[in-house]
């Protein structure tokens, strides 16, 4: 990929996009990692001269602007971490009022537009929309690698118009993945959790051939369970993938350790009943929600002595204290490696699982893209990154 040393800047206007997709409650966001994630690119960018137009997407409108997506309150978040005045500009981005106001920016100062796919023509890479983002800027940079793999105007179209490069954080995400599929350090241990299968079939495909061990978790693993012929009560199943779930025990099943034990409830609730049962034996109207403290203390010894490990996808529904402890058992095994260790977390429930745990800092790398992260480790090409090179 192109990056940031091979873009002369200086005096420019740079488009950047960033990845402010944040969690927003009554206006106030509650997790600013991903403001923070690209502080290292808006400095190197400032420091090298440059004025920055900032552009991203909030939620999912459907409709046009909506106050609920808007994304003012991430300006007065990034001021403070940028420890510089941000401009917020209201207006479409691809409206003249905004180009007005952008080409007003001199040096050192910093804009950050309205939501993008607030722009009809945003997700369908509408090529007029593209040219109007472009006008927008005399350099473009592209460092949200949570967007890279969609092919929408604000990522890949306006880089086929501009001058570009990757940003320091979309560098480092795709050469922090990709040491997951070339060459990795062994043993290679993968643990994949989350609710349905059918989200992950893609990753567990391409690395199951590839790891020493894969450790599932979540709601997912009843359906593995049931193609074992298990009974599972009221729990989460995909009753469409148990025959393939089956397969996959069948070619892979040294190397898939599924739950010996579970917590289960009598409803899904933070205050409902609960028991530690076989996880293979859910009584009638339970449902199992978290992996019981014997599979915890078993995949806690299935990391020992891991050389590279991945996780995706939180043990149980850690959002219930109830049911939170296999998901914080396995972060603090992951976190328990240490230095001799290479470990990725991807995937945005996986993170803020590690980031409740405590457990953070003591991981090699916290993807900040869960779509993108799986589809690169599925091994498919992201429109985002191919534009860059």
């Known amino acids: 990929m192109q ?3 091979q873009l002369d800047v200086n005096g420019k206007r740079v488009l950047v996009r960033v990845d402010y997709n944040v969690p927003l409650k009554d206006g106030v966001v509650q997790d600013d990692t991903r403001v923070t994630a690209s502080l290292p690119t808006l400095q190197k ?13 909030l939620g999912r409108p459907k409709n046009g602007p909506e106050e609920k997506y808007s994304l003012r309150p991430v300006a007065d978040v990034l001021e403070k971490a940028l420890k510089r005045d941000v401009r917020f500009i209201g207006s479409l981005p691809s409206s003249e009022e905004t180009l007005r106001e952008v080409q007003a920016l001199q040096p050192g100062e910093v804009a950050l537009l309205e939501n993008v796919r607030f722009e009809p023509g945003e997700e369908k890479n509408d090529p007029e929309l593209s040219g109007k983002l472009a006008r927008l800027g005399d350099a473009f940079v592209l460092d949200a690698f949570g967007s890279a793999h969609r092919a929408h105007a604000s990522v890949s179209g306006v880089a086929e118009r501009l001058p570009h490069a990757a940003g320091l954080l979309l560098q480092r995400e795709v050469d922090a993945l990709s040491r997951l599929l070339s060459d990795p350090a062994r043993p290679y241990v993968v643990i994949i959790g989350g609710a349905k299968v059918s989200d992950k079939i893609k990753v567990i495909e391409n690395l199951l051939p590839k790891v020493d061990r894969m450790l599932i978790g979540g709601g ?5 369970l049931k193609a074992q012929g298990g009974q599972i009560g009221n729990s989460l199943v995909e009753e469409d993938q148990v025959a393939y779930a089956g397969q996959l025990l069948s070619q892979y099943g040294d190397k898939l350790m599924l739950p010996t034990d579970a917590v289960a409830a009598d409803n899904f ?11 293979g034996r859910i009584p009638d109207g339970w449902m199992g929600l978290d992996i ?3 599979t915890q203390r078993a995949y806690a010894d299935a990391l020992k ?7 995706n996808g939180p043990m149980g529904v850690f959002e219930f204290p109830a049911f939170a402890a296999g998901t914080n ?3 603090q095994a992951v976190a328990d490696l240490g230095d001799g260790a290479y470990t990725v977390v991807g995937g945005g429930d996986s993170v803020s699982a590690i980031n409740k745990s405590g457990q953070a800092e003591k991981v090699s790398h916290i993807s900040t893209g869960g779509g993108a992260s799986l589809e690169l480790l599925e091994g498919q090409k992201l429109p985002g990154v191919e534009a860059m090179k």
């Open 329 to 331: 058992a396995v972060a």
């Open 220 to 224: 997912m693993m009843f359906t593995f």
């Open 45 to 57: 960018l400032l420091s090298r001269g440059a004025s920055l137009v900032l552009m991203s997407h």
């Open 269 to 279: 609730a933070a205050d409902a009943r609960t028991q530690v049962v076989p996880a």
């Open 3 to 5: 990056t940031l040393d």
């Open 305 to 311: 002595g891991a050389r590279t490990v991945f996780w």
């Open 292 to 294: 019981g403290p014997e």
